[in-house]
């Protein structure tokens, strides 16, 4: 069994940073891909930004290409999604998720992991 703990997560003033945190723990070396998604209020779910464990291939929403980084760190099982020069519209609650035979990172049923995710808030 994969565990998935977040952190990070905060208000921030647009324009803003924050650094998210998954820690993952289990079977970890089981896994092929760790994605962030995140859901507003009222939206579906959708996809941010996934890592591919190896060889560290990654896929980004369109919506954060160029302001969003996702990054494992194999020593530490922790993948980070650093997030820059952040919007009102990029609030919601943020979820790290992994998967053993992920072939569509943007897919959320390929994921079998979730964890209980972390707040995201940007005022204007």
């Known amino acids: 069994q994969v565990q998935l703990v977040e952190s990070g997560g905060g208000s921030v003033q647009t324009g803003g940073s924050l650094r998210l945190s998954c820690l993952v723990s289990?079977?970890?070396?089981?896994?092929?891909?760790i994605g962030w998604f995140r859901q507003a209020p009222g939206k579906e779910r959708e996809e941010v930004a996934a890592?591919?464990?190896?060889?560290?291939?990654?896929h980004y929403a369109d919506s954060v290409k160029g302001r969003f980084t996702i990054s494992q760190d194999n020593a530490m099982n922790t993948v980070y999604l650093q997030m820059n020069s952040l919007k009102p519209e990029d609030t919601a609650m943020y979820y790290c998720?992994?998967?053993?035979?992920?072939?569509?990172?943007?897919?959320?049923?390929?994921?079998?992991?979730w964890g209980q995710g972390t707040q995201v808030t940007v005022s204007s």
């Open positions: 289990g079977y970890s070396k089981s896994v092929n891909s």
């Open positions: 890592i591919f464990t190896s060889g560290g291939s990654t």
């Open positions: 998720a992994a998967g053993r035979y992920v072939a569509v990172a943007d897919y959320a049923g390929e994921y079998e992991y």
